[in-house]
């Protein structure tokens, strides 16, 4: 899951960047190099590590690939960091990874190089729409997305078994969809009983819901835009327009301040979740319910066996929307865009679709469970294993992959846009536990006011 990448200084380096010379690429004739955030002995640096040595034995004619794992400190600062080193010395790599969200920034700052003209017929296609576009700024194709990701909800099974028949009944099918009316709902009635149960499975009872906002209390921002964009696109509206840039009149739209009231409903007292939830809530039974990134289901069959969960759907904010609304999306690989030499370039992409076609989307997801973005791909998700937890959440998960998921949205400020609403909006209601649409409005407008003084440099 992303972390904020450390972003400003980029921004600053490129318009020197711009003005020097443009052929800036620095690798020599004979050899592609590729940066990735990917620590060598994570099973995701050895993937694209076994996928470079193969291409190098299938292709012994052709320009070598070296890949060089950079591995992330903290928010990313330590792969940040080198790479806008090499931006500044004119000395970018030939491939390098980038989160999703962040690949507007780099071309608004002529960075990235486009991919259009240059791949094989329909490989762009292959991707799945999500991805698609997450890669594409002012309709011109940048990032292949390598891998996807998903949320859904999830429910401890031995507390909600424990429930009397009609609140079990709120509950849907996993291949039901449902509203978030319908969550806060359930999420009341489960407080209400675990208030008066002696039931075990409530005996470690802190809250119904856990929503990891101290994450963001820690400054990992993109954790609540990620998992609660979705309220917002899911009534029809967005933090941001479709320009990337305009604010104002979206994110404090009315159907803005009526699906984050909702949200709010969260914290009316008694409350249901809190701003400061124990690490690892969900997992270690403190909570009956989860907004859950699709990295716990490895986390919870693997590290906490006998917690029993169960998943459904991410749910509808209104029940008679049909667009995309659940949240997706993760790092893709990307080219620099300071190479002219148009023999290059083609090389360049030919090992970019050999990192990123129907086979290496399917290994990735058996070698790191990373969601695959080829569509082709997406049938390599195991839902029929010894695990029926692991089933249901995947079978779920898959769903949204094929049908509702949508990518964040494309702005060359994201990365302050993110950290504004989760820090600025989504926690603050809940540290506040504002639940009125008045004071979630005010909100809203004083976000907007921040991110339009940021935005003036975007905005022409």
């Given at each position: 899951m992303k972390k904020l990448m450390l972003f400003v200084s980029i921004l600053v380096l490129s318009l020197s960047l711009v003005a020097c010379s443009s052929n800036g690429a620095s690798s020599s004739d004979d050899k592609i190099v590729i940066w990735t955030q990917a620590a060598a002995d994570h099973p995701e640096g050895k993937m694209f590590a076994d996928r470079v040595k193969r291409y190098?034995?299938?292709?012994?004619?052709k320009p070598q690939v070296e890949i060089q794992n950079i591995t992330r400190a903290g928010a990313g600062s330590g792969y940040i960091d080198k790479l806008n080193a090499a931006i500044t010395a004119n000395d970018m790599p030939d491939i390098f990874t980038l989160d999703g969200p962040d690949i507007a920034a780099y071309v608004d700052s002529g960075l990235l190089g486009e991919l259009d003209g240059y791949m094989s017929e329909g490989f762009k296609e292959g991707f799945t729409e999500a991805i698609i576009d997450q890669g594409t700024v002012d309709g011109k194709f940048y990032g292949m997305g390598y891998s996807d990701s998903g949320v859904a909800i999830m429910y401890n099974e031995d507390m909600i078994n424990a429930l009397p028949?009609?609140?079990?009944?709120?509950?849907?099918?996993?291949?039901?969809?449902?509203?978030?009316?319908?969550?806060?709902?359930?999420?009341?009635?489960?407080?209400?009983?675990?208030?008066?149960?002696?039931?075990?499975?409530?005996?470690?009872?802190?809250?119904?819901?856990?929503?990891?906002?101290?994450?963001?209390?820690?400054?990992?921002?993109?954790?609540?835009?990620?998992?609660?964009?979705?309220?917002?696109?899911?009534?029809d509206t967005n933090i941001v327009g479709e320009d990337g840039v305009t604010v104002d009149g979206v994110l404090n739209s009315d159907k803005s301040v009526e699906a984050l009231t909702k949200y709010a409903q969260l914290f009316a007292d008694p409350q249901l979740a809190s701003a400061t939830e124990s690490e690892k809530a969900f997992h270690s039974g403190k909570t009956a319910l989860s907004v859950s990134g699709f990295w716990y289901v490895s986390e919870l069959t693997s590290n906490y066996p006998n917690l029993k969960f169960k998943t459904v759907r991410y749910p509808k904010m209104n029940e008679n929307y049909d667009g995309l609304y659940t949240p997706s999306g993760s790092w893709a690989f990307v080219r620099n865009g300071q190479e002219e030499d148009e023999d290059r370039i083609k090389q360049v992409v030919e090992v970019m679709e050999w990192l990123n076609n129907d086979e290496a989307s399917e290994e990735y997801y058996l070698a790191n469970g990373s969601i695959p973005t080829r569509v082709n791909s997406i049938d390599a998700i195991d839902t029929?294993?010894?695990?029926?937890?692991?089933?249901?959440?995947?079978?779920?998960?898959?769903?949204?992959?094929?049908?509702?998921?949508k990518s964040r949205p494309v702005s060359p400020g994201y990365p302050y846009l993110s950290e504004t609403f989760a820090k600025d909006v989504i926690l603050k209601i809940g540290q506040n536990k504002a639940t009125d649409e008045a004071t979630i409005k005010q909100y809203l407008d004083d976000a907007v006011k921040k991110i339009n003084l940021e935005f003036e440099k975007y905005q022409k």
């Open positions: 190098n034995e299938e292709h012994p004619d028949e009609d609140v079990k009944a709120l509950i849907p099918a996993s291949d039901q969809d449902w509203t978030w009316d319908q969550f806060v709902e359930l999420a009341r009635k489960v407080d209400e009983f675990a208030k008066t149960s002696n039931d075990p499975a409530f005996e470690g009872y802190e809250s119904a819901v856990s929503l990891l906002l101290p994450d963001i209390t820690a400054g990992a921002y993109e954790t609540g835009t990620y998992y609660f964009t979705p309220l917002l696109w899911g009534n029929n294993t010894d695990n029926p937890y692991h089933n249901e959440a995947w079978s779920v998960l898959k769903y949204q992959v094929e049908n509702t998921n």
